[in-house]
């Protein structure tokens, strides 16, 4: 079975700062791993992924995140935020086995961005 | 590409009644998923469907609660004698059996059980 703990409920940050969210997730198998943004009123939406290869991703509005395998981490990051970075962002893990490719999530980090 | 849509978008009901929300994924994706969201929570796994076959159900799914995926196109996802514990979002999401293909999500059922 995956778990998934992001470590903050809530992050609020100044326009401009970077922003760290943090994500650390166990499991017994080897994992998928994804960020999930949730703006307000609207679907979840993939931010991004890491399935293999280089363990730094990126996102094409300035998010990286970087897997780190010995720490089961996979947190987010941002050198610069907009207040339109205002969302509520979800970690997520799956199985690297075959069927149900089923998303487990963290229970979400609430980013609030204030000018 | 209209994405994945779900209908209704919000629901009210008194406890006992029973609900069907729909679900129509992305025209071509063959997988369907079904996720309940409390509020303050992650998505959580419910069940899963391959065309119309449904492969997995989560221990969350219980006796009444049912889903269907006729001909492998859109779902329903009833709930019989809801109880005010059904009370959450519930969300489909769609995907080809790529791969780890991306899920994309609807919008989401907002139910409220009074």
């Known amino acids: 079975a995956q778990s998934v703990t992001q470590l903050d409920s809530q992050v609020p940050v100044f326009e401009e700062a970077p922003v760290e969210l943090r994500c650390n997730y166990s499991s017994s198998v080897s994992v998928y791993l994804f960020w999930y943004v949730q703006y307000p009123n609207q679907g979840l939406q993939l931010l991004l992924k890491y399935l293999s290869g280089s363990t730094l991703v990126e996102s094409i509005n300035g998010f990286e995140a970087e897997f780190n395998k010995s720490q089961t981490s996979f947190h987010l990051r941002k050198p610069s935020v907009h207040i339109s970075d205002t969302a509520e962002y979800f970690c997520?893990?799956?199985?690297?086995?075959?069927?149900?490719?089923?998303?487990?999530f963290g229970q979400g980090t609430r980013l609030t961005i204030n000018p | 590409d209209t994405g994945v849509s779900q209908d209704p978008r919000h629901k009210i009901t008194k406890r006992g009644q029973n609900v069907t929300f729909r679900c129509d994924p992305i025209s071509e994706h063959n997988r369907l998923y079904w996720y309940r969201q409390t509020l303050g929570q992650g998505p959580e796994f419910l069940t899963y469907f391959q065309n119309e076959a449904q492969l997995e159900k989560s221990r969350l799914l219980s006796d009444r609660f049912s889903a269907e995926r006729p001909k492998g196109s859109f779902s329903t996802l009833e709930i019989q004698r809801t109880e005010q514990g059904d009370s959450a979002m519930y969300l489909c999401?769609?995907?080809?059996?790529?791969?780890?293909?991306?899920?994309?999500f609807g919008p989401g059922t907002r139910l409220l059980v009074l």
């Open positions: 999401a769609s995907s080809l059996s790529l791969r780890q293909e991306t899920q994309y």
């Open positions: 997520a893990v799956s199985p690297k086995i075959q069927g149900a490719q089923k998303l487990v």
